[in-house]
């Protein structure tokens, strides 16, 4: 599985943004997808989750209300929507696909086989 993550970019606090998965994998809808983000001199953290059906969701506290993680099997693609950005959220994200859905470790990164490369989102104040 290759992921390839985009659509990061430079906003203003408050603003919405729109971060794609897209992956090479006529397997993908087998596989677990989640992103995570990771500032500079901070370790990598979980942010969101969607599982193979999209029906099961899931996100970090911070940003639970704000980021809607979805996927279209169709086009092997998971987005993850973010509204409402604040400064915190300033990072490089990165998409994560897992062979499975671990419920009590799905926010650890060594849960996941397959990453992509990182997209930055800079959040101007």
């Known amino acids: 599985v290759q992921l390839q993550a985009s659509g990061g970019g430079l906003v203003q606090a408050g603003d919405s943004l729109r971060l794609s998965c897209a992956a090479s994998?006529?397997?993908?809808?087998?596989?677990?997808i989640g992103w995570f983000r990771q500032a500079p001199g901070k370790e990598r953290e979980f942010v969101a989750l969607i599982t193979w059906t999209g029906i099961k969701a899931l996100y970090r506290d911070s940003v639970k209300g704000r980021f809607t993680i979805s996927r279209d099997n169709g086009k092997n693609t998971v987005y993850l929507q973010m509204d409402n950005v604040k400064p915190e959220d300033a990072a490089v994200y990165y998409c994560?696909?897992?062979?499975?859905?671990?419920?009590?470790?799905?926010?650890?990164?060594?849960?996941?086989?397959?990453w992509g490369q990182g997209t930055l989102v800079t959040v101007s104040s």
């Open positions: 994998t006529l397997t993908f809808t087998t596989y677990v």
């Open positions: 994560a696909a897992g062979a499975r859905y671990y419920s009590n470790d799905y926010q650890s990164p060594q849960r996941y086989d397959y």
